[in-house]
């Protein structure tokens, strides 16, 4: 069992730049690939960045290419997604997600997930 817990989210102007936590507890969060999704009200869940076990070889959405960077910290547990270049069209519940083998973009192929923090960008 991995309990994900997100942090970092916020309101920031157009331009502006939010870097999200995802803290891990409970089972070694290296074990698990990682992702970061987002869902804005009214639409589905959407893949935004997914990185291996390793920190190798991260993946983006083409909406977020060369805007956003998804790192993570095994030795502190934590998980990362640099924000950069936010627009209004990025606000959104953004949640951290441990994968059961391989990042994808499905979101029924991550076991655990956390509770979602709230991003707003203002235009």
């Known amino acids: 069992q991995v309990q994900l817990v997100e942090s970092g989210g916020g309101l920031v102007q157009a331009g502006g730049s939010l870097r999200l936590s995802c803290a891990a507890s409970g089972r070694t969060f290296s074990t698990y690939p990682m992702g970061w999704f987002r869902q804005a009200p009214g639409k589905e869940r959407e893949f935004v960045a997914g990185l291996s076990r390793s920190g190798g070889t991260p993946s983006y959405a083409d909406s977020v290419k060369g805007r956003f960077t998804i790192s993570r910290d095994n030795a502190k547990n934590t998980g990362y997604l640099q924000m950069n270049s936010l627009k209004p069209e990025d606000t959104a519940v953004y949640y951290c997600?441990?994968?059961?083998?391989?990042?994808?973009?499905?979101?029924?192929?991550?076991?655990?997930w956390g509770q979602g923090t709230q991003v707003t960008v203002s235009s």
């Open positions: 997600a441990a994968a059961r083998s391989v990042v994808t973009t499905t979101p029924s192929n991550y076991i655990y």
